[in-house]
């Protein structure tokens, strides 16, 4: 049999508990092109870093050399939702992520996410004690699918018994982010431009309620957003809606219950972190470099010729940046393969970083800490049942699908 290519390897299920022997192979060729009409892979920190602070490259599914291999592009021809921010290039991306920005954060928006602190403790309060008498449960289904759900769901003012409506729309858009699930599946794109269309209808009953009646939730704010930036116009509202119900637990589930994972692996992190849940702060940087749960961005285009270590990337090329690679890069980190909180420098790319950089991350962070200071507060002795826990297929958002743990008992 052949020897599978790199980019075959980074898909391949087989690969998922541990990625990152092929990161570390991948590393050996910085700027890795396999075959014609292939990605350009790029896995060291500093190229990375680099490339998403530049112009040439483009988040736009239009800018590639053959556009029709960009499923959510194509939903675009056909009548469905205009891309989100996160697929658009300035100077629309910037008009629309400011207008989101001073519905969710400072400066017009200083206590959002502040405010829900004490809600956030509550959700998590109630979801540790309705565990009950259980001395074996799912980290994933009974904790960390649940609290970022029902977090964003407030923020947004989405109802949270609408989820398992919802989430049949969610999963197929997800599957679609892996190019992997992309090539092997030609029904899924089609599936996932509906998904997105009857998540778009499902939230437009939610904008008209909100038009008519503005309450005090995300939705209102974008739907009556009158700024400098002008309003947003309501196939807009519908898009930046998606993309932050979506973006809102589908990765910081991840960065749980990769989160607990490590833990488990890491006792005295764990014990110490039972003793002083303010080291929940470095935990957390150190998750989103050690295991991040975006691994790679796989949709960046350049719009011209680019140069990346003596290699010309021709305009219209696809380009994965695999974070996940950059983020154990020995020539950034000392001893990358290490779960090390203590570092000094964690500047991980965790969140990305250019303009596309995570919007949600304050409020992604906050759910972390919360929610690891508290588990290991309250569980004791937890451990283990199978260690490595079967993974989600995805190998852009990368997270066990259940995480079995046994303990002895609630605090
Ligand atoms: C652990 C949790 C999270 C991780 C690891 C994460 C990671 C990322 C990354 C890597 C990007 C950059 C994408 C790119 O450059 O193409 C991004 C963008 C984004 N994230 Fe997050 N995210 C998390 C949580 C959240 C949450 C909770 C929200 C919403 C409340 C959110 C909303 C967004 C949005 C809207 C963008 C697009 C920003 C733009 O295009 O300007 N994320 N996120």
New binding site residues.
Partial sequence: MPQASMSQQITDYANRANPYPVYQELRRTPVLHEEEGGPYIISSYYDIKAL?HDPRLS?EAANLADPSEDELSQSDETGGLPP?????DPPE?DRL?RI?NSA?GPPHRPRRIENMRGEMRQIVTELIDGLGDAREVDVVDQFAYPF?VTV?CR?LGVPREDEPRFRTWVDPLVATLDPGARQDDGDGAKTAQEARMQLGMYLAGLVEQRTKEPRDDLLSDLVNSRGPDGSMAMMEVLS?TV??LI???E??V??ITNGMLTLLRHPEILARLREDPGLSVNIVEEL?RYE???QL?P??TCITDIEVRGVTIPKGSRIW?V?AAGNRDPERFKEPERFDPDRGDIQH?????????????P???L??QMALSELARRLENPRLVEDPPPYRPNAVLRGPRHLNIAFDGIR
């Fill in positions: 998403l988040s989100s921010f996160l697929r658009l991306h992520r989101a969710f970022p964003i923020l930046t993309l932050l973006a809102g637990h990765t910081t991840n960065l989103l991040p749960p975006v961005l949709q960046r940046l974070l790319l965790g969140f990305g970083s250019g303009i596309h950089s995570c919007f949600g991350a409020l992604a962070r759910e972390a």
